[in-house]
T-cell receptor, first 111, second 114 residues
Framework: SQQGEEDPQALSIQEGENATMNCSYKTSINNLQWYRQNSGRGLVHLILIRSNEREKHSGRLRVTLDTSKKSSSLLITASRAADTASYFCATVISGNTPLVFGKGTRLSVIA | EAQVTQNPRYLITVTGKKLTVTCSQNMNHEYMSWYRQDPGLGLRQIYYSMNVEVTDKGDVPEGYKVSRKEKRNFPLILESPSPNQTSLYFC?????????????FGQGTRLTVV
């Protein structure tokens, strides 16, 4: 069952601009994670935000979580061509339940 | 180096010929899982394992088997592959824990069944 749904499906921006991707989910969660995937490669973990947190930062990444709206957003500031990839949100309902992924947002950063 | 290793990376096979995709992790993680990735469908979980000898079905388990005899290995078995199992497969591992932990992914196995 697909828990997370990213929006938009695809996003194209110029280098230096900010990129915002959104994720909505259906049930209460323990935590939400964002992953990045370069074309056809394995996924790489970017950031984890717990259900009792509202915002987290990691370098140029900023993640927010609104549990009342069951949504999260990932902001990449000052984007670079190397940020071109697909980005997935994944939710964990409780500590030992599986990660459930959305379908992803494909980001293209044009130099 | 901490890693999840899948083999093979690419495989072309014929319908009905049994195959095994291996997955091994060197991080002593309890939790391992298999996903398939198809265009427009994202990642869907096939099977997962919370520890040795404990496995459970994910969202799309039909046509697949797994085993977890050792903590580090979690092979995916296709007893009789069919063309609809052509896909990109990923193995992942993470520590178990109530607080939530990140998952580590293998580099993927691109399977084509003709």
């Amino acid at each position: 069952s697909q828990q997370g749904e990213e929006d938009p499906q695809a996003l194209s921006i110029q280098e230096g601009e900010n990129a915002t991707m959104n994720c909505s989910y259906k049930t209460s969660i323990n935590n939400l994670q964002w992953y990045r995937q370069n074309s056809g490669r394995g996924l790489v973990h970017l950031i984890l935000i717990r259900s009792n947190e509202r915002e987290k930062h990691s370098g140029r990444l900023r993640v927010t979580l609104d549990t009342s709206k069951k949504s999260s957003s990932l902001l990449i500031t000052a984007s670079r061509a190397a940020d071109t990839a697909s980005y997935f949100c994944a939710t964990v309902i409780s500590g030992n339940t599986p990660l459930v992924f959305g379908k992803g947002t494909r980001l293209s950063v044009i130099a | 180096e901490a890693q999840v290793t899948q083999n093979p990376r690419y495989l072309i096979t014929v319908t009905g010929k049994k195959l095994t995709v291996t997955c091994s992790q060197n991080m002593n993680h309890e939790y391992m899982s298999w996903y398939r990735q198809d265009p427009g469908l994202g990642l869907r979980q096939i099977y997962y394992s919370m520890n040795v000898e404990v496995t459970d079905k994910g969202d799309v388990p039909e046509g697949y088997k797994v085993s977890r005899k050792e903590k580090r290995n979690f092979p995916l078995i296709l007893e009789s592959p069919s063309p609809n199992q052509t896909s990109l497969y990923f193995c992942a591992s993470r520590p178990s824990g109530g607080g939530g932990t990140e998952a580590f992914f293998g580099q993927g196995t691109r399977l084509t069944v003709v």
